[in-house]
């Protein structure tokens, strides 16, 4: 059970890593932000920052390891992301993006304090204080809820609109096979007590959460998009029809 949970925190760790290389490819690609909620990437980034900072003071080492690791190289490619949302965004202003810059490069400094905060840990790690208790319980509660939640806003504003563009569905993919892997690293831990219940219990209970939100997502993104190109061809039809028509009368 010991070597499945960290088979499962290894493979959650690289999953995690490329939660945003789908966006981030959508967005080079595209070149352009579509109908995005942007108070919902600022939750999930900001949520990236806590689950780091969660990394360095777990007191279970290889859970340690996994999180921080996975989160922190995630943050880096987020912030990308984040820059090329607000690049290819049609309606930005020069004060916007002084604002944006400036946001991100405070938290690249925080990521950067974490990072030496996490080569302290094993390099004075008698003096190192670590989260158990209720403190972690409290901490694992709070991280989660961050990226839990953070494309709700998304998702709510997608379905009152009726349109998901500019979100990647391979995002909302990759983050459900994401939900899957952590809960199974999470619960083999805890049965193979290499971590106690109280310590992961709101982490497992915020995955099943965002396991939900994510599949709602995942399966609307793939509705709708379907309904545009079902409409798309239904107009080059008529188009094409049209051109006939003025054809034939010539």
């Known amino acids: 059970m010991s070597i499945a949970a960290q088979v499962f925190g290894y493979i959650g760790a690289i999953i995690t890593v490329g939660l945003g290389i789908p966006q981030l490819v959508y967005q080079l690609k ?28 777990h007191n279970n080492d290889a859970t340690s390891i996994s999180i921080f690791v996975s989160n922190f190289i995630c943050g880096i490619i987020y912030t990308f992301t984040m820059y090329f949302l607000y690049h290819f965004y049609s309606k930005k202003t020069k004060h916007m993006m002084t604002g944006v810059i400036s946001s991100i490069s405070t938290i690249a400094g925080i990521y950067l304090i974490l990072f030496i905060a ?94 939900t939100i994510n599949s709602l997502q995942f399966i609307y993104i793939k509705k709708y998009s379907k309904g545009e190109e079902k409409n798309e061809t239904i107009e080059m039809q008529k188009i094409d029809e049209k051109t006939k028509e003025v054809l034939f009368q010539k």
């Open 118 to 211: 996490f080569i302290l840990r094993w390099t004075i790690p008698t003096k190192f204080a670590k989260l158990d208790g209720v403190n972690a319980l409290i901490i694992s509660l709070i991280a989660p809820a961050f990226t839990t939640l953070a494309f709700l806003p998304q998702f709510i504003t997608g379905m009152r609109k009726k349109d998901f563009h500019g979100v990647s569905p391979y995002m909302a993919l990759l983050f459900l096979f994401n939900c899957v892997v952590w809960l199974l690293h999470f619960i083999f831990s805890v049965v193979s007590k290499d971590a106690e219940l109280i310590n992961v219990v709101g982490m497992i209970v915020w995955q099943c959460i965002s396991f």
């Open 30 to 57: 595209a070149k352009k932000t579509g109908k995005v909620n942007f108070f919902s990437f600022w939750i999930f980034y900001i949520g990236l920052l806590m689950w780091t900072a969660l990394g360095v003071w």
